[in-house]
Protein backbone atom coordinates (compact mmCIF):
# COMPACT_ATOMS: atom_id res chain seq x y z
CA UNK A 1 0.00 0.00 0.00
CA UNK A 2 1.16 3.89 -0.70
CA UNK A 3 -0.19 7.09 -0.84
CA UNK A 4 -0.20 9.17 -3.55
CA UNK A 5 -1.63 12.59 -4.62
CA UNK A 6 -2.92 13.40 -7.91
CA UNK A 7 -0.93 16.43 -9.44
CA UNK A 8 -2.78 16.30 -12.48
CA UNK A 9 -3.26 20.00 -14.63
CA UNK A 10 -7.19 20.29 -15.53
CA UNK A 11 -6.32 23.48 -17.78
CA UNK A 12 -8.75 22.12 -20.36
CA UNK A 13 -11.68 21.31 -18.58
CA UNK A 14 -13.97 23.79 -18.34
CA UNK A 15 -14.49 24.31 -14.83
CA UNK A 16 -12.36 23.36 -11.23
CA UNK A 17 -11.43 19.76 -10.96
CA UNK A 18 -9.80 19.43 -7.53
CA UNK A 19 -6.76 16.70 -7.11
CA UNK A 20 -7.24 14.52 -3.95
CA UNK A 21 -4.82 11.79 -1.94
CA UNK A 22 -5.55 8.38 -2.79
CA UNK A 23 -5.18 4.71 -0.38
CA UNK A 24 -3.55 2.51 -3.51
CA UNK A 25 -2.09 -1.04 -4.07
CA UNK A 26 1.52 -0.80 -5.12
CA UNK A 27 0.67 -1.26 -8.43
CA UNK A 28 -2.08 1.46 -8.32
CA UNK A 29 -4.70 -0.99 -9.40
CA UNK A 30 -7.16 -0.67 -6.48
CA UNK A 31 -7.97 2.44 -4.30
CA UNK A 32 -9.15 1.59 -0.88
CA UNK A 33 -9.43 5.01 0.48
CA UNK A 34 -8.78 8.56 0.01
CA UNK A 35 -8.22 12.35 1.62
CA UNK A 36 -9.82 15.32 -0.14
CA UNK A 37 -8.19 18.13 -1.02
CA UNK A 38 -8.57 20.89 2.06
CA UNK A 39 -8.88 17.96 4.45
CA UNK A 40 -6.70 15.92 6.94
CA UNK A 41 -9.03 12.89 7.57
CA UNK A 42 -8.98 9.78 5.36
CA UNK A 43 -12.19 8.13 4.29
CA UNK A 44 -11.82 4.31 3.59
CA UNK A 45 -13.93 2.54 1.50
CA UNK A 46 -16.15 -0.47 2.12
CA UNK A 47 -14.92 -2.15 -0.61
CA UNK A 48 -11.59 -1.66 -2.48
CA UNK A 49 -12.56 0.33 -6.27
CA UNK A 50 -10.75 -0.23 -8.93
CA UNK A 51 -8.19 2.82 -9.89
CA UNK A 52 -7.83 4.30 -13.25
CA UNK A 53 -4.76 5.87 -13.24
CA UNK A 54 -4.64 6.94 -17.27
CA UNK A 55 -4.06 9.96 -18.47
CA UNK A 56 -3.41 11.04 -14.53
CA UNK A 57 -0.23 12.41 -13.02
CA UNK A 58 0.65 11.35 -9.39
CA UNK A 59 3.18 11.96 -6.83
CA UNK A 60 4.09 9.52 -3.84
CA UNK A 61 3.57 10.74 -0.46
CA UNK A 62 6.15 9.96 2.53
CA UNK A 63 3.55 9.84 4.82
CA UNK A 64 2.84 6.95 7.23
CA UNK A 65 -0.07 4.97 6.22
CA UNK A 66 -3.68 6.34 8.37
CA UNK A 67 -4.56 4.36 10.76
CA UNK A 68 -7.76 6.09 11.58
CA UNK A 69 -10.66 6.40 8.86
CA UNK A 70 -14.09 8.67 8.64
CA UNK A 71 -16.95 7.04 7.29
CA UNK A 72 -17.43 8.88 3.39
CA UNK A 73 -19.93 11.33 3.19
CA UNK A 74 -23.06 10.09 1.52
CA UNK A 75 -26.07 12.46 1.48
CA UNK A 76 -29.62 10.55 2.55
CA UNK A 77 -31.59 10.89 -0.50
CA UNK A 78 -34.92 10.40 1.26
CA UNK A 79 -34.14 13.75 3.36
CA UNK A 80 -34.30 16.11 0.07
CA UNK A 81 -36.85 17.49 -0.52
CA UNK A 82 -36.06 17.40 -4.80
CA UNK A 83 -35.95 13.61 -4.80
CA UNK A 84 -38.77 12.90 -2.55
CA UNK A 85 -41.11 13.67 -5.13
CA UNK A 86 -44.00 13.78 -3.08
CA UNK A 87 -42.80 16.37 -0.76
CA UNK A 88 -41.78 18.41 -3.58
CA UNK A 89 -45.22 19.63 -4.52
CA UNK A 90 -46.44 20.28 -1.13
Request: hydrophobic share 30%; glycine share 4%.
Amino acid sequence: MKLVRETTEWSNCPYPVKNHDYLVTNAMEFCHGMRKTGTDKWEKFSSRRRFNKGHRKFQVLNEKLPKEFVEPYMANPWDSKDYNSLEAYM
